[in-house]
Nanobody, 131 residues
Framework: QVQVVESGGGLVQAGGSLRLSCTAS????????MGWFRQAPGKQREGVSC????????HYADSVKGRFTISRDNAKNTLYLQMNSLKPEDTAMYYC????????????????????????WGQGTQVTVSS
């Protein structure tokens, strides 16, 4: 049974930092590209970032470029999202998702921000940024 569990959310002041973690079990972690999504109240879930199976390729939403960094440790089956210079508009539930990757090329592009491309999801971790 596949389990995806996020952690690391919390309340932080604007300008602060948080590091989210996501641990996946029950799947071959390095057979999957990984993504971070977020959903604010009353809004659709949106893609934040993705990372290829090896970690060699990443993509970011324009709204977080230069502030967020995605990374992964395949030996620990763990995905990370380092979030710096947080803004109140970053407040949302953050979700980790796994996407089975059969392509031999090491990338995560190709509809990376579409929720329909991902096979497994976590329950989310809340990030709240106060002004």
């Amino acid at each position: 049974q596949v389990q995806v569990v996020e952690s690391g959310g919390g309340l932080v002041q604007a300008g602060g930092s948080l590091r989210l973690s996501c641990t996946a079990s029950g799947l071959t972690f390095d057979d999957h590209a990984m993504g971070w999504f977020r959903q604010a109240p009353g809004k659709q879930r949106e893609g934040v970032s993705c990372i290829s199976w090896s970690g060699g390729s990443t993509h970011y939403a324009d709204s977080v470029k230069g502030r967020f960094t995605i990374s992964r440790d395949n030996a620990k089956n763990t995905l990370y999202l380092q979030m710096n210079s947080l803004k109140p508009e970053d407040t949302a539930m953050y979700y980790c998702a796994a996407r089975f990757w059969s392509d031999t090329y090491d990338h995560c592009s190709g509809s990376w921000s579409s929720i329909y491309e991902y096979n497994y999801w976590g329950q989310g971790t809340q990030v709240t940024v106060s002004s």
